[in-house]
């Protein structure tokens, strides 16, 4: 099964890796530590993994793998996986909460970009309109039989005009800024959606296959004195795996 692995942030992530116990055996794929263990059922054996990998400074990936050794079909539920600190239970994400983090991310992004288009054409509706004022200064003399005269005026000025063709460039460029805005909403939209594809939910594997999924989970708030254990728990078919983890 593909899984999609989420990019953390900027930050360094929190280091995160798996301990083996009794019965299970540590092994490293492309650096990313894995446990195996299983257990033993009244028709056949469940041969269970377990990988992590930091996300963030806040958050772990976990990947489980279950393979069904047992003469009957064998359901892996959303809820399998939870985990625990010292300090209580930690959150673990699957298929559902994921989703609704994206659907929620979505929807910010979506205001977001709305405002930015606005303004867009709130700027695009003001161009190729310019005003101008002035003030005219005249001076002027009459000679008579009398003498002459002489007379000054002052006139201000003003008025607007409008340039048809700078108004159409201007938006012409606002109506494709837009088109690129939402463009990259719905392509954002998608690669949030296909990454969270590989999530766990309920799943059914058949005798004789296997299925693997992934989880994200709330690491504890890092303390003082070193790393910190997690213990991950593994329920699947009426069985329960235990897996040691270290945090920081």
């Known amino acids: 099964t593909a899984l999609g692995l989420f990019s953390g942030c900027a930050s360094v992530p929190t280091p995160v890796s798996l301990q083996a ?3 299970q055996e540590l092994s490293y794929s492309q650096g990313m530590g894995c446990v195996q263990g299983g257990a033993d059922t009244s028709d056949g054996f469940i041969l269970t993994s377990l990988c992590a990998q930091p996300k963030d400074r806040s ?5 489980v793998r279950v393979s069904n050794r047992t003469g009957r079909p064998v359901t892996i539920h959303e809820g399998a996986i939870t985990a625990q600190s010292r300090t209580g239970p930690l ?22 970009a709305g405002i930015a288009a606005a303004g867009n054409s709130m700027a695009a509706s003001t161009a190729g309109h310019s005003s101008y004022q002035g003030t005219a200064y005249t001076s002027a003399t009459a000679y008579g039989p ?3 005269a002489r007379a000054n005026a002052t006139t201000t000025y003003s008025g607007t005009a409008y340039d048809g063709a700078a108004a159409a460039a201007a938006q012409q460029r606002a109506n494709a800024e837009n088109a690129r805005l939402f463009e990259r909403l719905e392509a954002e939209k998608q690669m949030g959606e296909q990454a969270i594809e590989g999530a766990l939910r309920t799943h059914t594997i058949q005798p004789g296959e296997s299925h693997a999924a992934f989880v994200e989970m709330e690491l504890p708030r890092q303390r003082k004195g070193g790393p910190q254990p997690v213990e991950v728990l593994l329920r699947v078919h009426g069985t329960e795996t235990r897996f040691v983890m270290s945090v920081g």
């Open 21 to 23: 116990g009794a019965g």
């Open 146 to 148: 009398g003498g002459h």
């Open 91 to 112: 959150e673990v994400l699957a298929h559902t909460a994921l989703m609704r983090e994206e659907k929620t991310r979505q929807t910010w992004a979506a205001i977001g």
């Open 59 to 63: 958050r772990s990936v976990l990947i």
